[in-house]
């Protein structure tokens, strides 16, 4: 009888006292073996490789005020974070449905929350765009009781080279949360004239330097985040005063690198436009007296959703809204310095039209 399980192979080693690519970081990819490592990683106010750290969740809980027995939807599930809490305070009798368009992450999430025993009755799992939410309401009775939609791109997706999301770190040059349909941001690149990238530039991420980058971005043939990298900074070289110290010089490119990949990702996957669809659509989600909470990570979105709350409320949709957007804490932004962008508002739909 021969042995037919797999020859044990060793991880692979890494070069120095601590691992630094996302590959060599096995003990945070595996937090369920390794718990003492992610606290350790977590007290320095970092997010381990391969996780993410839901954000405001005390105030949403405050916000929404999940009960026994109701009907909600977590309208982008990501690494389940928020799910989890909005789960426990739905039993007994509760259900919680959730979507998410990302099929990387959305599978291994649903496996992540099966196994902590939230199987179909009480958790319903869709792989939708959180635009297409009204498709659920046959299924959970004409409405839900609260919504929750956090804008926010996963860290699991910035942090991991292969999705692209990053200019950090080399791998394709693709940025599509869902990388089976449309156009990655290598092929927009391409296809889009100088003009229209220019103001892409401009209206997605506020691009000080649109019309420089447009002009050495546009119809370029870039293949991964690197290349597109390289080019931002050279790019900058040029266009920042000759006479800037060199720090503030690398403090600047560096923004022009955050806010291009930014502009180049709200592109490729129509982030706006899905947005305001999702927002168009809302009240018809509700109950009568339903709860929404929505988290946002920049200028763009946070206008649309402030702009169509107000607009709800002065027509009556809305019997309440958010006066201002709500920050992450003090002490949790310093415990994850990735809240700190983080605006939460908050509509209660009118018990009656």
């Not at 309440?320 to 508002?345: G, H, Q, Y």
């Amino acid at each position: 009888m021969t042995d037919a399980s797999p020859p044990h192979r060793r991880r692979v080693r890494y070069a120095g006292t601590h691992p630094k690519t996302f590959a060599e970081k096995y003990k945070e990819l595996d937090p369920a073996t390794h718990a003492e490592a992610i606290e350790k990683v977590m007290a320095r106010g970092q997010t381990p490789a391969g996780m993410h750290r839901p954000i405001c969740v005390q105030e949403i809980l405050d916000i929404l005020a999940p009960q026994a027995g109701e009907v909600g939807l977590d309208a982008t599930l990501g690494y389940g974070g928020h799910s989890r809490e909005l789960l426990a305070r739905l039993s007994p009798g509760g259900k919680l449905f959730a979507t998410d368009v990302d099929p990387v992450e959305f599978a291994r999430t649903e496996t992540r929350l099966r196994a902590l025993g939230f199987d179909a009755s009480v958790l319903v799992l869709h792989r939708i765009n959180f635009a297409g939410i009204a498709t659920l309401l046959p299924e959970a009775g004409g409405g839900f009781d609260f919504i929750l939609a956090d804008l926010g791109v996963s860290s699991m997706q910035i942090d991991n080279p292969a999705r692209g999301f990053s200019f950090k770190t080399d791998g394709p040059l693709d940025l599509r949360l869902d990388p089976s349909t449309g156009q990655s941001a290598s092929e927009l690149l391409l296809s889009v004239t100088r003009a229209a990238l220019r103001d892409l530039l401009g209206d997605n991420a506020d691009e000080p330097f649109a019309v420089p980058l447009a002009a050495a971005l546009q119809g370029q043939y870039l293949e991964t985040t690197t290349q597109l990298a390289d080019l931002v900074r050279q790019t900058l070289q040029t266009a920042l005063p000759k006479r800037m110290p060199e720090a503030e010089r690398l403090v600047e490119t560096t923004k022009s690198l955050q806010r291009t990949f930014q502009a180049l990702r709200i592109a490729v996957n129509d982030e706006f436009g899905v947005l305001d669809r999702l927002l168009d659509m809302l009240p018809g989600c509700l109950r009568p007296g339903g709860r929404v909470a929505i988290l946002s990570f920049h200028s763009g979105e946070d206008r649309r959703v402030k702009k169509a709350f107000q607009s709800g409320e002065r027509s009556g949709i809305y019997a309440r809204v958010a006066p201002d957007a709500i920050r992450a804490s003090f002490d949790e932004r310093r415990a994850n310095p990735r809240s700190t962008s983080a605006k939460l508002r908050w509509a209660v739909a009118a018990t009656s039209l």
